[in-house]
Nanobody, 115 residues
Framework: QVQVEESGGGLVQPGGSLRLSCAAS????????MGWYRQAPGKQRELVAR???????NYADSVKGRFTISRDSAKNTVYLQMNSLKPEDTAVYYC?????????WGQGTQVTVSS
């Protein structure tokens, strides 16, 4: 089973950038589609970016054109490059497979966009 650890969050001003990393351990990483999810206070967790084992990536409309998901199978790592950040991007960001495995949620990494 794959386990994950997210990192790279922080406080950034509107218009700024961050790069999140998700380090996966355990066997089988390269066989799964992976996703970045986020949960803002008082809201449900949502999938914002998805990368299959091969083929096209997918993004939520709210982040399309600003976020880029990528993966390095040699390093068992998934990345989320976030540009032109907005206050509404403030949330805890998680990675998981897509569809998500309930037992695989990590601690997440907090992203706060504020001036």
């Amino acid at each position: 089973q794959v386990q994950v650890e997210e990192s790279g969050g922080g406080l950034v001003q509107p218009g700024g950038s961050l790069r999140l990393s998700c380090a996966a351990s355990g066997s089988g990483f390269k066989f799964f589609a992976m996703g970045w999810y986020r949960q803002a206070p008082g809201k449900q967790r949502e999938l914002v970016a998805r990368i299959p084992t091969s083929g096209r990536t997918n993004y939520a409309d709210s982040v399309k054109g600003r976020f880029t998901i990528s993966r390095d199978s040699a390093k068992n790592t998934v990345y989320l490059q976030m540009n032109s950040l907005k206050p509404e991007d403030t949330a805890v960001y998680y990675c998981n497979t897509d569809p998500a495995v309930p037992t695989m949620w990590g601690q997440g990494t907090q992203v706060t966009v504020s001036s």
